[in-house]
């Protein structure tokens, strides 16, 4: 499975932009980039995903590269609320039957 | 609301006593699948489902069995449940298995095998 590599930590400021990088050098031409978040004591949750073309949805911002090797992913306005585990994860025919391969992700912590 | 419901919610058990943990989509998803996250290990697919009665395991299947005889449920049984079992276990669906396609999870079972 094609792997991602995140910064294991970032901090921001409440109501500062965020952006979380990851870098992906062996993605294949049919993997989605997928990012899903992880509040404490709750089960990972979908954000975001795109394939070559930026994306927006009223979460975040996608920034794809344009040989899709990295992407980040963009917080326009950082809420305590976002603080949590990013993760990011390819994901197609490239990949296992639908598999999500969590790696360790970013841990987000948002200050006042 | 779209959901993914797992129960119970936590769970102590003994060595040996069979269990089920139970997981529901209300989505109509075809694909679905059981993950567990550990420490340091983050979370791992324990089993997964294509469609109903298509199932296949993930990458840490042992002591594990599911099955899928509707579409909405897909049940994690533990025949005999062991201490290395102790683990947060997540639901999740999706409309396929394909990239282009969001998964919901559940909101997690916390199992204790003492």
């Known amino acids: 499975d094609a792997k991602t590599t995140q910064p294991n930590s970032m901090e921001s400021n409440e109501e500062e932009p965020v952006h979380l990088p990851c870098n992906h050098s062996?993605?294949?031409?049919?993997?989605?980039i997928h990012w899903y978040r992880q509040l404490p004591s709750q089960g990972p949750e979908y954000v975001i995903h795109g394939l070559t073309s930026n994306v927006n949805n009223r979460m975040a911002s996608l920034a794809i590269a344009e040989d899709r090797k990295s992407s980040t992913l963009i917080l326009h306005r950082a809420t305590l609320r976002d603080a949590a585990v990013y993760y990011c994860?390819?994901?197609?025919?490239?990949?296992?039957?639908?598999?999500?391969?969590f790696g360790q992700g970013t841990i987000l912590t948002v200050h006042p | 609301e779209a959901q993914v419901t797992q129960n119970p919610r936590y769970l102590i058990t003994v060595t040996g006593k069979k269990l089920t943990v139970t997981c529901s989509q209300n989505?109509?998803?075809?694909?679905m699948s059981w993950y567990r996250q550990d420490p340091g290990l983050g979370l791992r697919q324990i089993y997964y489902s294509m469609n109903v009665e298509v199932t296949d395991k993930g990458d840490v299947p042992e002591g594990y069995k599911v099955s899928r005889k509707e579409k909405r449920n897909f049940p994690l049984i533990l025949e005999s449940p062991s201490p290395n079992q102790t683990s947060l276990y997540f639901c999740?669906?999706?409309?396929?298995?394909?990239?282009?396609?969001?998964?919901?999870f559940g909101q997690g079972t916390r199992l204790t095998v003492v």
């Open positions: 989505m109509n998803h075809e694909y």
């Open positions: 062996t993605i294949s031409g049919t993997d989605y």
């Open positions: 999740a669906s999706s409309l396929s298995s394909g990239g282009n396609t969001e998964a919901f």
């Open positions: 994860i390819l994901s197609g025919l490239g990949t296992s039957y639908g598999k999500l391969t």
